[in-house]
């Protein structure tokens, strides 16, 4: 009865005055941010890490972790109600969401997202505190060359997951795993591709790369469309889901769920795979399919449910091997090193309030999304008609703040500007940045770990194939590589990964 | 009409520029061997994938696809970036008050009709509100101005 044990720890360190103000503030702000479209997590959290200085490290983890959960409630509200995600990962909630609202359902289809949010939350916890211990023992058996090959097939599957083109997504990532590498090099403290600038000398900065290319990309992207953005606000009705509505919305809820916890675990899933994943396989096994689209309400369940259990799932990779799945786990990982906590195997011997307090307090931020977010639907959509044009320059002069204040350089800013023009361009040329910031990441640890595997092996680079861990994780490299390049299974990814954008 | 510069091609030749430039950068650096890998053996590695990579979706994209660049809309991209960059060039300088509001009345202008009014108001209120908020409340060691 380990796990009751220690969930009673983690719900011991949550259940402070404090830290319940901290989990409520990380789900209230996450809530706002979902609901402003045109601002994300990622940005969010960027911002937000200088607030988080002065905290413990469980209080600022349990909050940053709160904004990001919070933000796929807050985008729901706004797909069903305006017809307007909030955030990407619920583009699929309007589709039938905002139908129902059209039909007289608004009530009912926002209870159904924040119980299926809720629902996936509750068992996405349950699922890290099941999981996470065996992964974390697994990985302390880990060596250079297993960790190497973890990280390639890591890096594969966020290929085979992006949009588009796979070869386009291959060279970013290989970009990516590049641009990891400038500053000095930590074995020979060799300078490299720092063009004679000193602040480059300690590479470049996450925060900064991430804004840049998601924060600023996005807003000039935004404003090339100039028109005022009109919606008409649809009425909410009673909230309360009825009997028979409840049996209908279950099976979807419980599939969604899974399909969601195990999509958020991918490097590059996350939320906004496993809600599209969540949608289409719904879609096909419906005994209505004409009614997707149309406002079928188990369209609303799967796909809330899986984006919060993927949220919540992605957590895993990090909390047990140190490896972000993605970019927001990236910048949770910067948020725990600046705590001085080295996230991987160790965090959960080492600091157990730590690991076990962030998955109790996931489960008491769902909670608290649950009371928060219903009543509060009428404040929300006041503030969706903030218009963008006040928006956009709010965003601008935080991220300058968030990027200088993490950074201490001016530097950083100007590093966040010129990504913001490359993560513009790679828009225009539909290469995909999420497999470049992945690579960005991955790049330093996987060379340190490649040439302590090879000096351990005195130079034979069969030791990556000869290990069977090692091995297996590049068979499932290679499989998966191969998988995602047939044309056939190309064709169904081109249609299950569309963006509708 | 055949597109040269499609967005398959651009993206090929971007990957072979930088994976080009990256051996280059990397010629007098220690390569190493296999049992003792020097700083240059993972960069040259991955500079020589990219190069190869970026070859063979120039090539591609010359063959099949031709799609168009999209037009780049200049005026956003020029006024936030500029915007961007004066904050970053004043905040050491003059200080976070001036930055804010010079940024944002230059960020502004990325959007057509913006009256005067507005634009004041807003960097004014932005510059108040973030000054209480991150130097009085959260503490960040930035000065508010310095002259």
Known sequence: MDLINNLGLGFATVLTPENLMFSFFGVLLGTLIGVLPGLGPLVAIAVLLPFTFGLDPVSSMIMLAGIFYGAQYGGSTTAILINLPGEASSIVTTLDGHQMAKRGMAGKALATAAIGSFFAGCVATILIGVFAPPLAALAFRFGPAEYFSLMVCGLVVSVALSNGSVLKAVGMMVLGLILGLVGTDVQYGVHRFTFGVSELSDGMSVAAMAMGIFGLGEIIRNLENTGERRFSVSKITSLMPTREDMKQIFAPMVRGTFLGSFLGVLPGGGALLASFSAYALEKKIARNPEEFGAGAIQGVAAPEAANNAGAQTSFIPMLTLGIPSNPVMALMISALIIQGIEPGPAVINDHPELFWGIIASMWIGNLMLLVLNLPLVGLWVKLVSIPYKVLFPIVIVFACIGVFSINNTPFAIFTMAGFGVFGYVLRKLECEPAPMILGFILGPMMEGHMQRALLISRGDVSVFVREPISATLLVVAAVTLLITILPTVRKTREVALVDDE | ?147
Request: charged share 10%; hydrophobic share 60%; glycine share 8%.
């Open chain 2, 1 to 147: 009409m055949r597109q040269l510069l499609s967005k398959d091609v651009a993206s090929g030749l971007m990957f072979t520029a930088v994976g080009a430039l990256g051996l280059i950068l990397m010629m007098g650096v220690d390569f190493g061997t296999t049992a003792r890998p020097g700083p240059g053996f993972f960069p040259v590695v991955l500079s020589a994938l990219l190069a190869l990579i970026g070859v063979v979706q120039t090539a591609l994209g010359l063959i099949q696809n031709r799609e168009a660049i999209p037009p780049m809309a200049l005026r956003p991209l020029v006024l936030i970036i500029c915007s961007v960059c004066v904050f970053a060039f004043c905040v050491g300088r003059f200080g976070l008050v001036p930055s804010i509001f010079v940024a944002t009345m230059i960020a502004t202008y990325a959007q057509p009709d913006y009256g005067m009014r507005p634009r004041v108001i807003l960097a004014a209120a932005l510059s108040i509100f973030c000054s209480l908020l991150f130097v009085y409340a959260l503490n960040l060691p930035i000065a508010l101005w310095t002259f």
